[in-house]
């Protein structure tokens, strides 16, 4: 008997390194494997993205599980005979069914928790991706350019379409600046949906690259002095009503109180937040002056090199601005989960709402020009300039590392610094060359 190809199934989830890992199984048992999932280890999340495990605080010890979550399955079925790839997203469980401390998926879930408890906030959310097409056409001249968008219109609308089949409500899709970059929006969604989709999105632009003959890349920095692929966050506050509650035309900035606050709390925290919003080695050849990402931890308006950037609305007299207002947290990128990314900012912004933190200062103009003083007295404080400099000023703030609670923060630390060690005598080339195929 001729043998039959078997039809596999994924459960994944999004881990420290940024990766998507997970195990797969017969499609034959999903049923059984929703309930229950696959067996999972703790030292799983101490892959790092290059692959490999310098340290890990767990040893082979423990078991867990890895189940899937209400998500909507991910299938990518391009109707020509080629296999159909089909995941689901997970947390990572502890036998006893409880969450693992180090899942970031269920990090996010206590911090939109508590932000909903103590301030009845929720957050709408959607992250902003840019990526690298390589194989992609190259022409100079073509930045924004129409003809980038015609050289792999196929590849395109194929990935269009997926994120729409996949539940991602596709916004917008361009050729950016750099050569052979693309940006995608999609729809914002309550906060846990948005973070899933930017899991997703990723994915599935690598599966549809690929079929093309593409590879495309979220690697913060591709080459050296080339614009580099930004995650931005974009948010907004609602109460529990759903109801938009971050816009307030009698405020500077049109930003409300809750808004002011939750914006403070970001900033307060900058410094920590980098480690675990763009935590890898590049992140930092990306955070650089007149690069259109982010340089200084400051409040901007319409401002894309602030660090948060109050974004337009449509100004028209029959659009109500405030379910549009929203806020882009630009010091951010594909190394990281988007998972932990929001947490985070959940967390700090929900610090600044705690402690009833005045809304920072808008900057007008590029704050270097402000000076050492005036920055100071503005509470606008220095982006960490290399993932060294990042993960100490994490491993100082503990109430950074009070919302990971103990055995997350170690074994973040020991991730992200043994994979500073293992590029440490690399150069930027390499380094460049590693993250690309990373990420
Ligand atoms: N490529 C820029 C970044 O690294 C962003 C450009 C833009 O969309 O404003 O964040
Ligand atoms: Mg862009």
Redesign the pocket.
């Known amino acids: 008997m001729a043998i039959e190809r078997e039809k596999l199934v994924y459960i994944c989830y999004s881990d420290i390194a940024g990766q998507v890992r997970g195990k797969g199984f017969p499609a034959r048992d999903l049923e059984k494997r929703r309930r229950f999932g696959v067996g999972w280890t703790p030292t799983n999340i101490m892959i790092n993205c290059l692959g490999r495990i310098p340290k890990t605080p767990f040893g082979p010890l423990g078991d867990l599980h890895l189940v899937p979550v209400d998500s909507q399955d991910v299938v990518l079925d391009f109707g020509d005979g080629t296999p159909v790839e089909h995941w689901l997203l997970g947390e990572v469980r502890t036998l006893d069914g409880v969450d693992w401390e180090c899942c970031l998926r269920s990090l996010l879930r206590r911090a939109l928790t508590e932000l909903e408890n103590e301030m009845g906030l929720r957050i709408l959310a959607s992250f902003?991706h840019?990526f690298y097409l390589e194989g992609a056409e190259e022409r100079s001249g073509d930045a924004y350019a129409l003809s980038s968008l015609r050289s792999n219109a196929v590849f395109s609308e194929e990935f269009i379409g997926a994120l729409r089949a996949n539940g991602l409500e596709p916004e917008t899709y361009l050729p950016?600046?750099?050569t052979k970059?693309y940006?995608v929006t999609v729809d914002p969604a309550p906060a846990l949906e948005a973070a899933d989709r930017a899991v997703k999105l990723r994915e599935i632009c690598r599966a549809v690259a690929r079929r093309h003959g593409f590879r495309a890349s979220f690697s913060?920095l591709v080459t050296r002095g080339v614009?580099?692929?930004?995650v931005?966050v974009h948010y907004s506050l609602l109460d529990k009503e759903d109801r938009p509650v971050t816009w307030d035309p009698q405020q500077p900035g049109e930003l409300s109180e809750a808004g002011g606050s939750f914006a403070a709390g970001i900033l307060r925290h900058i410094r920590a937040l980098c480690a675990l919003t763009a935590p890898s080695v590049i992140s930092y050849d990306?955070l650089k002056p007149n690069?259109?990402?982010a340089f200084w931890g400051n409040l901007g308006l319409r401002d894309?090199e602030a660090l948060l950037r109050i974004c337009p609305y449509p100004q028209a007299a029959d659009v109500d601005p405030a379910p549009c207002y929203n806020l882009e947290y630009?010091a951010s990128?594909a190394a990281a989960s988007p998972y932990l990314q929001l947490a985070a900012l959940v967390f700090a912004g929900l610090q600044g709402l705690r402690e009833k933190l005045p809304a920072p200062p808008i900057t007008e103009g590029d704050p270097e020009a402000l000076g050492p003083e005036k920055r100071q007295e503005m509470g606008i404080l220095d982006l960490p300039r290399s993932l060294g400099e990042a993960l100490d000023a994490l491993e100082s703030d503990q109430t950074v590392l009070s919302w990971l609670g103990p055995t997350l923060s170690q074994a973040y630390l020991l991730h992200k610094r043994g994979e500073l060690e293992m590029l440490a005598d690399k150069d930027e080339a390499e380094i460049c060359r590693v993250y690309t195929e990373a990420y």
């Not at 614009?227 to 930004?230: I, K, L, M, R, V």
Request: net charge negative; charged share 40%; no cysteine.
């Open positions: 902003e840019e950016e600046y750099g970059q940006e913060p614009a580099g692929n930004g931005h990306r690069s259109w990402s894309r630009r990128d």
